[in-house]
């Protein structure tokens, strides 16, 4: 059975009036630290720090933190405002604390620990962006959504929101940029284990499309580091400007591509133009029956056909050392074999 609210807050009233009247004066805003009941509080709409509801049971950190809770109780107390509804029924807007606040509730707890403060719509969502920010654990999609929300709502320039959270303008511009990002980057920036960091993101952004998978797909499967990445968009950006002469005409685009993925994964300049300069070109093979015209249409030769593939395993066997170069050697002899094979159908 509920005891009264009075009697929930009363343990808060020792030298409450001195604690409520030396922060006012401090900060301009009163605080109060009371106990409330867990279904009088309610989230906050614009909590920069999103929390996936439907997938807590499966959170691993959050129910270690519903054990914690069940056990000691909630340590550290909510941040909340309070509020009174149309029925003049009072409830409490969570300001900071959701996840601490779900694992009371997860943990049927009947009241929480809150500091009760007067902050206006603009204080309150300033306060949850800074509590937010102070957690090591936020993503940073989710910090630049935040920065959006309140700039917006209040009218703040990057300027006026840096100097309220204590974050230089170039930190806030920084992070409102991963919001123009592709959409696949920021979909990897919301995910908990993602090793594609904000400054990954900004940077993947400033590389061409057809080429920017090829460096995401570098760092999601080796992890590699900014800095290391940062060497190879340049590395690719000089590359790419000269690139054209190498591959025109027709399968340019995927021989681009495989130029961006050796890039990406740190191959010098000079390996890839020499494995460029090798790569084979298209031959053309006989068609089946006999040719009556030398017009007639011939099929682009299949690389992949079961005789090739056992050409170029003998001519990598025999010593050639790089599979392109292979490929290149045998294109050029089936060229020379298919022109002995015309001038003798022309003799009969």
Request: aromatic share 4%.
């Amino acid at each position: 059975m509920r005891t009264s609210p009075t009697s929930i807050e009363s343990f808060s009233q020792l030298n409450a009036d001195k604690r409520d009247a030396q922060t006012k004066q401090r900060s301009g805003h009163a605080f109060k630290l009371v106990r409330v009941y867990t279904d009088k509080v309610v989230p906050n709409p614009h909590n920069p720090r999103h929390i996936d509801v439907e997938h807590l049971e499966q959170d691993a950190e959050f129910q270690d933190l519903v054990s914690s809770v069940r056990t000691h109780g909630v340590l550290q107390p909510i941040l909340v405002r309070a509020q009174t509804s149309e029925d003049g029924e009072t409830r409490y807007e969570l300001v900071a604390g959701e996840r601490r606040w779900r694992a009371a509730m997860a943990a049927e707890l009947e009241s929480v620990p809150a500091v009760i403060s007067t902050f206006d719509d603009s204080q309150a969502q300033i306060a949850a962006l800074v509590e937010n920010l102070q957690r090591q654990d936020i993503r940073p999609i989710d910090e630049a959504q935040g920065f959006r929300t309140v700039m917006d709502s209040f009218d703040l320039s990057e300027s006026k929101l840096g100097e309220m959270i204590g974050k230089s303008r170039s930190y806030v511009n920084n992070r409102l940029r991963l919001l123009q990002c592709d959409p696949l980057l920021v979909q990897e920036l919301q995910l908990p284990d993602s090793p594609v960091s904000a400054q990954h993101a900004l940077l993947l952004q400033g590389i061409e499309p057809a080429a920017r998978g090829a460096f995401l797909s570098v760092i999601k499967e080796t992890g590699a580091g900014y800095n290391k990445m940062l060497e190879r968009k340049k590395h690719w950006d000089d590359m790419a400007a000269t690139l054209p002469a190498l591959v025109d005409g027709a399968g340019s685009e995927d021989v681009r591509l495989q130029a961006a993925q050796l890039a990406a994964q740190g191959v010098s300049r000079e390996a890839i133009e020499t494995r460029l300069a090798a790569r084979p070109t298209k031959v053309k093979a006989a068609a089946a029956g006999p040719i009556l015209v030398e017009t007639a249409p011939l099929p682009v030769y299949a690389v992949n056909d079961l005789a090739t593939i056992r050409l170029v395993s003998a001519a990598i066997a025999a010593g050639t050392p790089d599979p392109q170069i292979a490929l290149h050697k045998l294109a050029l002899a089936l060229e020379a074999d298919l022109k002995a094979v015309r001038r003798a159908l022309k003799g009969i």
